[in-house]
């Protein structure tokens, strides 16, 4: 395959974390960079996120495996916040993080004052080079595109930029939840329950069932399993030698509400897929295999989102993935030098053969099959709910690890309660 001459560098791969699990297994699987959020203003309020405290621990970790740290700090700050966010600034400075995720002006104007680097949220809605010129003379080094940009406006911005050299990169999604409404501009959660999306606290109750009713309230229907306000997942692996090729630096996973295994999953699928196109190895055949890999794991199935032109009614039916976990137990020790775990398991029987999901809070997320285990230095073929099992694992694991089954699911779709 012959490679375009368009975009020579490989675009940065930058993932979700909304926890230590996730961050350190974005790191194992292949991210060039992490986003992550502290507690009390970002746009994903909902996930664990981090103390402000563990900036500087968060960006050594980084720096150790050579990857790069951006904080979000992307929602909608009132005045009385503005105190609280100056903290926090101040506290992302002191931890020396590559770049602050704003588009919040006041927030944009504090963090050019300390010198930090800025990347303008896609909240922003930059769709256009003129307003991208106008963030990057202001200071902005990175602007995160409009979701609503197709991948003909993505090569007219930056072929826009090399002509004026204009000093400022684009970065774009390539993986996630998509919003129904034009750039997240919605207020369905905030009208509901007064938990605004713009502040990171959305309830999503456009990802729920619906019922309606008569006037009379003789009659009462379900609306199937259509989820009629909820978008499908943006899923651009198919296309993503048409990314590369569109000259964007830089392409951003969606997910800091997502498990660790998703980040595993996804992560390693568009790391594989980058490199392919680089190595001339990405065929067709590859992208499909990749994207059936993707719909593995948590997914409300998969839309090319804007990129191929405007969506067509697509409409999410709810949890697409077709794989789930189911909480098995937890390691007990670890033999360093025979790589074997000692697994206690606490709600299921274990038998020969089964896939294991392992994660921790340093612990990347990965699968193992099992095919051998033993009790009392004797090889057995299952071992049953309260006991304690060893098992040959690829990877270090440490004491209170979580252990999952990872089965092929057999029922339908489930309601989404779930957050992108």
């Not at 057995?380 to 270090?396: C, H, L, N």
């Amino acid at each position: 395959m012959k490679k375009s001459t368009i975009n020579n560098i490989k675009p940065e791969l930058t993932a979700p974390a909304g926890d230590w699990p996730s961050l350190v297994t974005a790191v194992e699987n292949g991210a060039d960079s992490v986003y992550f959020g502290v507690k009390g203003l970002n746009m994903r309020d909902q996930a664990e996120n981090f103390d402000i405290f563990e900036l500087p621990k968060i960006m050594r970790f980084l720096r150790q495996h050579r990857k790069k740290g951006y904080l979000a700090l992307n929602v909608m700050v009132m005045d009385s916040e503005l105190v609280k966010a100056g903290k926090i600034l101040d506290q992302a400075k002191a931890a020396e993080v590559d770049a602050v995720i704003v588009w919040d002006m006041a927030v944009f104007a504090m963090a050019k004052e300390r010198g930090l680097r800025i990347h303008v949220s896609t909240q922003a809605s930059v769709a256009n080079t003129r307003a991208l010129a106008w963030f990057a003379q202001a200071g902005a080094q990175r602007i995160v595109l409009a979701r609503e940009c197709s991948l003909a406006d993505i090569s007219r911005i930056v072929k826009a930029i090399r002509a004026e050299n204009i000093r400022c990169e684009v970065e774009v999604f390539v993986h996630g939840a998509m919003c129904i409404s034009l750039s997240g501009r919605c207020f369905l959660s905030s009208y509901s329950a007064g938990k605004s999306a713009n502040r990171g606290e959305c309830l999503q109750y456009c990802r729920r069932e619906f019922s309606i009713k008569d006037t009379s309230g003789e009659a009462d229907y379900v609306l199937g399993n259509n989820y009629i306000l909820s978008a499908p997942d943006l899923c651009s692996v198919e296309f993503i030698d048409k990314l590369i090729e569109s000259g964007a630096a830089a392409f951003k996973i969606e997910g800091r509400r997502r498990a660790p295994e998703y980040v595993k999953v996804t992560v390693s699928v568009y790391r594989r897929g980058i490199d392919a196109y680089y190595a001339g190895r990405l065929t067709r055949r590859l992208k499909t295999g990749l994207r059936k890999e993707l719909g593995t794991v948590f997914n409300r199935g998969f839309s090319s989102g804007f990129y191929l032109g405007k969506p067509a009614s697509e409409r999410s039916r709810g949890i697409a993935a077709d794989h789930e976990k189911r909480y098995l137990g937890c390691v007990e020790k670890f033999y360093k030098q025979i790589s074997v775990a000692e697994v206690e398991l606490h709600n299921d029987a274990l038998v020969l053969g089964q896939t294991l999901l392992v994660s921790g809070k340093k612990t990347a997320a990965f699968f193992v099959t099992v095919e051998e285990m033993q009790q009392d230095h004797a090889s057995v073929t299952q071992a049953q709910k309260g006991e304690r099992v060893a098992i040959k694992v690829p990877a270090i694991v440490r004491p209170k690890d979580k252990v999952f089954l990872w089965v092929k699911k057999t029922s339908e779709a489930i309601p989404d309660q779930d957050a992108g």
